[in-house]
């Protein structure tokens, strides 16, 4: 897993090593039973077989053991859906919208500063841009705020994901997802669509980039003023970026 930038993925992270632990402790459990029994109970060892055919007390604690790790799974895992389905105070909302192939983000708190952002063709990066992963409008957010995530689709079924930061929600037609996320510290982090939406599935990556509070403000009045003088349709550029792969 990759390292965790938000405290949902530090909760997942938790919850997965917790999970690992007691899967780890059940199959050195088995595997110890299964090699003593092969010892102890063998052919050679026992000629003649045992006729027992009932024991009520193993029957039992190999029934009731089962239940109560699955509940000592479950109550952490329940508690971590509830915590990364919404937060009660958000700073700013942002919502993210599906496309064939490619995310539209506006930002409702800025004066509804609206743009779509679209994969790097491969021929056109510069040196430290990543392949697949680099776009040309980068989602930008404030670094310890608690932003409030809006998904939906114009299209078809998508899924708004970043793993170093715990966010993974569909964006489905019609309806609207919410998540949120809280940025440790400023960098960059990558993401992708990871429900398959059609040719152009892999080339809708997500790189979300967190500044300061003081670097947001300045970015969302130079945005205002860049993205407002675009005049360039989505379908054209979806066109020429398939031309171009």
């Known amino acids: ?42 052919a050679r060892r026992n000629p003649v077989p045992s006729r027992l055919s009932h024991n009520t007390t193993i029957e039992v604690l190999w029934t009731l053991l089962p239940v109560l790790i699955l509940v000592g799974i479950a109550i952490p895992s329940f508690r971590l859906v509830f915590y990364e389905d919404r937060t009660t105070d958000p700073d700013m909302t942002i919502k993210v919208t599906g496309h064939q192939w490619y995310w539209e983000y506006t930002y409702p708190d800025s004066g509804n500063l609206d743009f779509s952002s679209y994969i790097i063709p491969s021929d056109q990066l510069k040196p430290g841009q990543l392949r697949l992963l680099d776009v040309d409008n980068q989602l930008v957010v404030p670094a310890g705020k608690n932003i409030r995530i809006l998904t939906t689709s114009g299209d078809v079924i998508h899924s708004f994901f970043i793993p170093s930061l715990g966010v993974q929600r569909y964006a489905i037609p019609g309806r609207t997802i ?19 939406c059609g040719t152009n599935h892999s080339q809708m990556p997500i790189s979300i980039r967190a500044v300061t509070p003081t670097e947001f403000t300045a970015w969302v009045a130079e945005a205002k003023t860049k993205f407002s003088s675009n005049s360039g349709s989505d379908k054209t550029k979806v066109a020429a970026l398939e031309t171009a792969r």
């Open 1 to 42: 897993m990759q390292s965790p930038h938000s405290p949902v993925e530090e909760r997942i992270a938790s919850l997965n090593d917790g999970v690992l632990i007691i899967i780890t402790l059940i199959v050195i459990l088995v595997a110890g039973l299964l090699a003593w029994v092969m010892f102890r109970y063998n």
């Open 178 to 196: 919410e998540t949120w996320v809280n940025i440790d510290k400023p960098g960059v982090y990558y993401g992708e669509c990871n429900q398959i």
